[in-house]
């Protein structure tokens, strides 16, 4: 989401401001879709909150069927959600039909979850009963990122209607065909307003976000917007559920094979050119194995075409990170030059003799970059790594039980992966920290969050 900007957006329902969508790979126009005006919004919330008592009365079951159903129509049109997702982002075809079929998985868990979702009972006085129950919060808005439309919008969105919450979905203005057709296809199984798509950029979701008939917030995307949200946030009382930027480490110890070690580091900093919320973005490598590692790495790189980057605007971000480290003394050992041609496309990069206070070091940077620095020590890199203002996620790759428990005890992170840079069990949750964000996100725990719990001590009248 772009940096909100509620002050200049003042287009009501007719207006003809858009959303123009460049292929990413040709700069070809995929099409144009109208922002929504603020007389609509109003009309969308206001009617999120007249219905949601309703959807929280539905039996559990009843909306548990209507995810399902959600899924179903997903898979019915994975192949056509999968050509947005690709004309409108880059991501490639198969991969975006993979994020597809994730969303659907989740929602068809969401379904599992929501009826078993419960309170506890408490043991107090024998002539009482006191228990915990919990209810939906209510009005949920949802903005979601464009580099897994559809995924990590299942995710938000399963959790919110299952427990009987409504919701104003804005997805990305950078994929709002895909939020679009995702928004149609699961409304379809729902009553009228229980989830409503609205369409703009970061003044939508600032206005949105600043709404006091909304209750939470849900926002996966930059920090810079999850802030802005945090604040308005505080100002309405509703809560905020953010994921925001990271700056994931990679740290290598001594003892991996850097062959080994390079396809790890390959796979992190390069799928989806980059633009993977748990990217790598630093890597640490241990001395004695840092001189096969980087040459490793550049073959590693030599082999990979990455996906163009989602527009222009963001390559120039990219570009002057890598810019900005060749100024301050990295070395560049491969790609770091913006291609000739059409598009948004952007070579696999290396860099070496990195410095803690490069920008590409400090800053996320979301591209097909891959910016190496030795440390002397397995604790010194562990240490620099855990010197950083986010908190999302690390990888370690270290054959030391003693070491990974070290790391993972060390490193102030919401999620730590061993030995892979990517994977998780499903059902499996994530709770950045820091810049990152704050919340659950994924799992039984996203229940926990889309809902608050009321305390009841029951007493009969006494005889």
Known sequence: MSAPNAVTFRPDHRSTETIEILDPATGATVGKV??????????????????????????????????????????????????????ETGRPQSESEEGVLAGAATLEQYAELGPVHR??????????????????????????PWNDPVAVSCGLLGAALATGNTVVHKPSERAPHTGGLLGDLLARDLPEGV?????????????????????????????????????SAAATGAKALLENGG????????GVDPGWAAGQAAL?????????????????????????????????AESWKPAPLVDRRHRDQVHAHVRDAVEHGADLVRGGVVPDGAGAHYPATVLAHCDPNMRIMREETFGPVAPVRVVDTFEQGIAEAASDDYGLAATVLTPSLA?????????????????????????????????????????????DEMTQTKVVHLRPVPL
């Open 403 to 447: 070491n990974a428990q070290y790391a993972w005890r060390e490193l102030p992170v919401g999620t730590v992966k061993i030995n892979a840079v990517f994977g998780g069990a499903p059902g499996g949750a994530a709770h950045p920290r820091r810049a990152s964000g704050t919340g659950f996100g994924y799992g039984p725990e996203l229940l």
């Open 247 to 254: 700056n994931d480490a990679l740290v290598i110890d001594a």
């Open 34 to 87: 109208p922002m929504t005006g603020v007389a609509e919004i109003e009309r969308r919330v206001e009617l999120a909150n007249r219905v949601q008592s309703e959807w929280a009365r539905t039996p559990a079951t009843e909306r548990a069927a209507a995810l399902r159903a959600g899924a179903a129509a997903l898979r019915a049109h994975a192949d056509e959600l999968a050509e947005l997702n690709h004309a």
């Open 195 to 231: 989830l409503q798509t609205v369409q703009g950029d970061g003044r939508v979701g600032a206005l949105l976000a600043a709404r006091p008939d909304v209750d939470v917030v849900a926002h996966v995307g930059s920090t810079a917007a999850g802030r802005s949200i945090a604040k």
């Open 268 to 300: 992190g900093a390069f799928a989806n050119a980059g633009q993977v919320c748990v990217s790598v973005e630093r890597i640490f490598v241990y001395r004695d194995v840092a001189a096969a590692f980087v040459a490793a790495l550049v073959a590693e």
């Open 119 to 144: 309170g506890k009972s408490l043991q107090g006085d024998y002539a009482a009963t006191d228990f915990m129950v919990w209810e939906p919060r209510g009005v949920v808005v949802a903005l979601t």
